[in-house]
């Protein structure tokens, strides 16, 4: 793979100079700038790593523990331990198309937080079966909308949350951050399904359902917080963070350039 658009092999010499303009002109920043402590600070209190670091905990719960715990609780509904282990099968592959569809629409519309917050409908919808939902058949059906919800989520927090962390410095440091934060659900993920809970795991199902819940209202608030913010960047209420400052100054402002939009 190639490490930055000056490389990629299959781009003649004017697309790749045209890449790598584009993205100095989005990033506000050259791409190979060294990380200095200010870019660690600028990372930590930008807030869209908040719901997005948070967003992704909770993803990560479901994930983790549906993951881990699928065969145990295919098994549950009746099944033998090799039919559960066959049955699991399927609502990764759905999971992995629908995943796949849903990143190209984003980057096609430039949109993140929508499809986060609509695709958390049937993570809803498929944890509300499991919990009480009686037919194994019909609880089957449960955990494959929980995957096609659920599943997709975590690439696009992590997408989202560099998207809106510019220049380079601060989105590699942002990128760290939130995985550092997020991945946290899994470790609450181990404790969601416990054998004393079987066979219908009430306990484990409701946690993830309100953990999507909670990706849900992150998402909205995410895209209402990058309006917001956008709206007042386009009043030139953020115009005084250039009075004073140099050149160099202004172009390593990154996210916080009044020129930068982020997206929602």
Not at 23 to 41: I, P, S, W
Not at 184 to 210: E, F, K
Request: proline share 5%; charged share 15%.
């Amino acid at each position: 793979m190639p490490r930055s658009p000056e490389e990629c092999w299959f781009l003649n010499e004017r697309e790749r100079m045209i890449a790598t303009q584009r993205l100095v002109l989005k990033g506000g920043a050259d791409e190979n700038e060294k990380t200095e402590v200010h870019h660690v600070k600028r990372a930590v209190m930008n807030i869209t790593n908040y719901f997005c670091a948070f967003g992704f905990f909770f993803i990560n719960i479901t994930v983790q523990g549906i993951s881990l715990f699928m065969p145990t609780i295919l098994r549950d509904l009746g099944w033998t331990a090799t039919k559960a282990q066959l049955y699991s099968v399927p609502p990764y592959v759905c999971a992995c198309l629908i995943a796949i569809a849903i990143a190209f629409a984003s980057d096609k519309t430039n949109r993140r937080g929508v499809y986060l917050a609509v695709f958390t409908l049937p993570a809803i919808a498929g944890f509300s079966i499991m919990r009480w939902a009686t037919d194994p058949n019909v609880r089957y059906g449960g955990i494959f909308l929980i995957t096609i919800g659920a599943f997709p989520g975590g690439p696009g927090f992590l997408a989202w949350a560099a998207n809106n962390a510019a220049g380079p410095a601060v989105r590699s440091v942002s990128t760290a951050y939130v995985v550092t934060l997020g991945t946290a659900g899994g470790i609450l993920a181990t404790w969601t399904y416990t054998s004393a809970d079987a066979p219908r795991y009430p306990i484990g199902h409701t946690i993830n359902l309100v953990g999507q819940c909670c990706v849900c209202i992150l998402a909205i608030f995410g895209i209402c917080y990058c309006k917001w913010e956008n709206k007042q960047r386009d009043m030139g209420r953020r115009d005084h963070r250039l009075v004073g400052k140099t050149a160099a100054q202004i172009k390593d402002l990154g996210y916080r350039h009044p020129e930068f939009r982020y997206m929602h």
